[in-house]
């Protein structure tokens, strides 16, 4: 398998915000762009809004969802970290037109994969988008939880970025790690090459070209 650089890698970024309509306008006050709304993720509790990133890429807003009970897991603790603060880059996933090969080549390096999962929400026109997932699970996902992806593989035809706004695109995508040599490694065994930087914490940033200039996201 040729490996990808991890830019070429990305499906999109999740943005998280403590409310949709203020990360919204944070959005569109910094990249003069206003993001479309998504729609809500039945059972998960949250609602998004999408901004296109160029060719299959796309930013998406994360926001809990008022009108469904409030979530847990991971990426609610994630949210919850952004709660009376600025909207910030919270994970990203990678793109793969193969979910279970990628699982089983994954379990072959000695990496815990839960998937593939079933993942959906309605957008506001009632259509009802689809998709499958796979997560890092276990010691390796928690030292390194904030810069690993999590895989997804597209189970309707229509990408959201194709008619999401656009106007926007991802130039660069910083990775960091306080165990850069791990991270490599284990995106590396997926098929992504990727320049980690030492860091005190996990995480990741972004650069945007959008119409009002440059953007940077961390």
């Given at each position: ?57 796309y ?47 994954a ?110 996201l961390?």
């Amino acid at each position: 398998m040729e490996a990808v650089a991890a830019i070429t890698a990305v499906d999109h970024l999740l943005l998280g915000a403590p409310d949709l309509d203020r990360g919204v306008a944070w959005i569109e006050a910094r990249a003069g762009v206003r993001a479309s709304a998504g729609g809500s993720h039945p059972g998960k509790g949250t609602r998004n809004a999408l901004l296109a990133l160029g060719s299959r890429r796309y930013l998406e807003i994360l926001a809990p969802d008022p009108a469904q009970p409030a979530m847990s897991g991971r990426l609610a603790t994630r949210l919850q970290q952004v709660a009376g603060r600025e909207p910030r880059l919270i994970l990203w996933a990678a793109a793969t037109t193969d979910l279970d090969d990628l699982v089983r080549r994954a379990g072959a390096a000695n990496l815990e994969l839960e998937g593939p999962l079933a993942g959906s929400r309605s957008r506001p026109d009632g259509e009802v988008v689809r998709w499958r997932v796979a997560i890092a699970v276990g010691a390796t996902a928690d030292r390194l939880e904030g810069a690993l992806p999590f895989f997804i593989e597209w189970q309707t035809p229509l990408h959201p970025s194709l008619d999401s706004p656009a106007g926007c695109d991802l130039l660069t995508l910083d990775l960091a790690s306080p165990y850069p040599d791990e991270l490599r490694d284990v995106l590396a065994c997926l098929g992504i090459e990727a320049v980690v930087r030492t860091a005190k914490q996990n995480g990741l940033s972004a650069r945007l070209q959008t119409p009002l200039g440059v953007l940077d996201l961390e």
